[in-house]
């Protein structure tokens, strides 16, 4: 486990985003492609900028998917992760090898976790970019979380803590207005990338940074799961790591 800690959210992204883009040169120049999971939300932005900045990545080679989507959110709405990623990140960095999107409006939810899963099964994740929720959740792992399913992709009730962080945040005007389910990755199919990036930055995180990366892994704080993993970097700010 190794923890960065820097100065604000903007020294956080620009340091996150150029060890994440060292990983991805790597895997390609190793295995000739690129296999990545993002993560959307306020806490990316600057990671996901810093990221787009670097020049020498051939997206071509690169595949992507990402961590979760609301069930029932039309992409149109502006908290569609869906629409998030292809506005900041797909259209910005143009063709790449495969684009995997969670689709929220499927007809069966069920079905299409069941779709996602049988594609990351060919796909061994080489980075995978991560944040820490308000309530410790790891994607929408909301705690107490299902430490051992073994199912890429699941149906996942999202607790109130969650939906407030949403609102929060601005991207719903009400709680009511903020989905209570969602198609999120496992905690499994998470662990099994070969690198983490778990960007975290601001206050309102501190004390799930705090319960997440000092207290004994456990299933109510998620994130926690991340000290087992074998190469976890933390990129916190001063905020966010005021507790530790």
Request: charge should be negative.
């Amino acid at each position: 486990m190794e923890i960065n800690v820097l100065k604000d959210k903007y020294e956080l992204g620009i340091e996150a985003g150029k060890y994440a883009a060292s990983l991805i040169r790597k895997a390609i120049a190793e295995k000739g492609a690129a296999n990545i999971i993002l993560a959307t939300g306020m806490s990316q932005f600057e990671t996901l900028e810093q990221l787009i900045s670097e020049k020498d990545i051939d997206w071509t080679k690169v595949r992507m998917f990402h961590l979760d989507e609301y069930i029932g959110l039309p992409e149109s709405h502006k908290a569609s992760f869906r629409k998030y990623l292809k506005e900041r990140f797909v259209e910005k960095v143009g063709a790449m090898l495969d684009v995997n999107l969670i689709n929220g409006e499927a007809a069966d939810p069920k079905d299409e976790c069941k779709r996602l899963g049988e594609i990351i099964a060919r796909y061994p994740i080489d980075v995978a970019f991560v944040g820490i929720g308000e309530n410790g959740h790891l994607a929408f792992n909301d705690p107490p979380a299902d430490f051992d399913i073994e199912d890429a992709y699941l149906i996942v009730d999202l607790d109130e803590k969650c939906r407030a962080q949403q609102m929060g945040e601005g991207w719903f005007a009400s709680l009511e207005e903020v989905p209570t389910q969602a198609i999120s990755m496992s905690i499994r199919q998470m662990m099994k990338a070969k690198h983490v990036v778990c960007a975290s930055p601001d206050s309102r995180k501190a004390e799930a940074v705090r319960n997440c990366l000092t207290l004994p892994v456990s299933n109510l704080h998620p994130a926690s799961v991340l000290q087992n993993h074998a190469s976890c970097a933390f990129f916190l700010d001063e905020s966010s790591a005021a507790f530790l």
